[in-house]
């Protein structure tokens, strides 16, 4: 059974700083996502990575994926608060076509001044 | 604003009852997915649709059922309700078919089931 840990759950911290939000799957796949979800909100996709050594980066947030480590990370530089939210990451579990996404618990970010 | 169009946004219903929510998805998109999000399970897949038929079943329960129509909107119907449904349904979309490039999945806004 294909598992997603997301470490930390809660981060607090403060703008202007540097962190990173760990994404770690236990089985093959070929696609990762990484989502934002506001409180009450829906889903705003902010990255799909795709093969090994991918990083896209948008704004103040960039991610990366390590298909041999089976790890993401997305990686926050000079949070601001309009950055508070919750981040998802899920991985496909369907190889070759999209299927079922398998969600990690969520991190939710705190910026504060 | 996604594209993915979902109704209604809350309802509020008694154990026991049938409720159906509905789903549009975006123009051109083919793939419909069903989605559950509570505060004890997290973010759940349900089932997705392409193109009118089923293609993957996640943790779908019996009592729950979906559709795909020809016309590409979804409906998930869900019966003989439980306090424990109440949750966030997320309906979302996508072309469907791997393109090479990605394909995004994108949310609609959800609809809010409280049951009581």
């Known amino acids: 059974e294909l598992k997603v840990e997301q470490n930390p759950l809660f981060l607090s911290m403060q703008e202007g700083k540097n962190y990173t939000i760990y994404c770690n799957y236990s089985t093959t796949s070929d696609r990762l996502y990484w989502y934002r979800q506001d409180p009450g909100k829906s889903l705003e996709s902010l990255f799909v990575?795709?093969?090994?050594?991918a990083v896209k980066q948008e704004g103040r947030l960039m991610a990366s994926l390590d298909t041999k480590a089976r790890l993401s990370t997305l990686h926050i530089t000079a949070a601001v608060h309009d950055l508070s939210a919750t981040y998802f990451c899920?991985?496909?579990?369907?190889?070759?076509?999209?299927?079922?996404?398998?969600f990690g618990k969520g991190t939710k970010l705190s910026v504060k001044p | 604003d996604s594209g993915v169009t979902q109704t209604p946004k809350h309802l509020i219903t008694a154990t026991g009852q049938r409720v159906t929510l509905r789903c549009s998805p975006r123009s051109g998109d083919l793939s419909v997915y069903w989605y559950q999000q509570s505060l004890d399970q997290g973010l759940q897949f349900l089932i997705q649709y392409y193109n009118g038929e089923e293609r993957a079943k996640g943790n779908i329960l019996e009592r729950f059922s979906a559709q795909q129509f020809p016309d590409l909107h979804s409906e998930l119907n869900l019966s003989s309700l439980e306090l424990g449904d109440s949750a966030l349904y997320f309906c979302?979309?996508?072309?469907?078919?791997?393109?090479?490039?990605?394909?995004?999945?994108?949310f609609g806004e959800g609809s809010w089931l409280t049951v009581v």
């Open positions: 979302a979309s996508s072309v469907g078919l791997r393109d090479g490039s990605g394909n995004t999945i994108y």
């Open positions: 899920a991985v496909d579990t369907l190889v070759g076509s999209q299927g079922n996404l398998i």
């Open positions: 990575l795709l093969s090994n050594g």
